[in-house]
């Protein structure tokens, strides 16, 4: 090899070394970056609350496919007894320090003191800014760090009743999904806990990568109605009278103009019937349910698209802008250009040529 072709070899594998520090480095930037989730296991924990957790954040993958969380199991012992087996933990309550959300799961008894040193780890969680949120009877671990009081708050609703008569500071309300307190959040029984993490995640990285996450989990991005469609009332007949059909019609024609009437035509049955059917499957009223699908498809094309605001309220049904914004604004509790601009902010950029 001459000398030229030499200084070209050389010249060529340091350009290749830097380009691959440089992926080194915006790789681990990413990793320094991404969303901490610490998730609590202590002796007792429900192996379904501390799963839930684990598989819908480790499931989220950003718009450019990298990961949205890196998730750690904490426990309160190297060692937790989770009923029908014991597990070991590779991390401890000081990881709770270092994360950016903290996940209390559900205790099979709820009655079990709540170690001390949990609730000081979780307090210093909480002091730090990190998000806490508790999933099911989760919420007896986190009233007893004093974070609830003033709040409102929910748990699974056999547990609800507990929960209000040990801790009167906190507001109980057996009758939901899950309660949004700002930094501090509860969900109430078993598959709402898969509620509340899609809903974070849709907090954090917005409706589509929620969506995505979603479908991977096979789960509604978002259960209308409550606990109280559980609790009070039997489960669809296998009669045919289900409305999945009906919602999935009525999802792709929210630009159209409908009206009760015309909704109940679609169904083929009374106004009457399909109000109380609609009470019995999502716990909700048509017209409120529709008011919320379209909140929803706005949200996504504010994500997703460059459209006008003018042209995404006529896509979504809503007629006006105006319309779009007051019922935008009672759901989401922002402006849709205020929305767009936290959400598509998100969005990796285009690399240029």
Known sequence: MSTREARVVARLASSSDARIRAGQNLAMMHYLAMHRVAIVATDGVVPFDLATPCEVFERVRLPDDRPGYQVRVCGVAREVDAGAFRMKVRFGLEELTRAD??????????RAAVPERLVRAVRRAAAGGARVASICSGAFLLAATGLLDGRRATTHWLAAGELARRYPAIRVDPGVLYVDEGQVLTSAGAAAGLDLCLYLVRLDYGSAVAAQTSRVSVMPLERDGGQSQFIVHAP???????????????EEHLD?????????????????????????QTGTTPLQWLLRARVRRAQLLLETTAHSVERIAAS?????VTALREHFRRSVATSPQAYRRAFRRRAPARARA
Do not use: K
Request: hydrophobic residues 50%.
């Open 316 to 320: 979504a049904g809503f007629g006006s």
């Open 236 to 250: 669809p007949a296998p009669d045919g009278s289900s409305l999945a059909p009906l919602l999935a019609w009525l």
């Open 101 to 110: 959300t903290v996940i209390l799961p559900g205790i099979a008894d709820v």
């Open 256 to 280: 159209d103009e409908l009206t009760l009437e015309a909704i109940a035509r679609r169904a083929a049955m009374s106004v009457r019937s399909l109000n109380r059917r609609f009470r019995e």
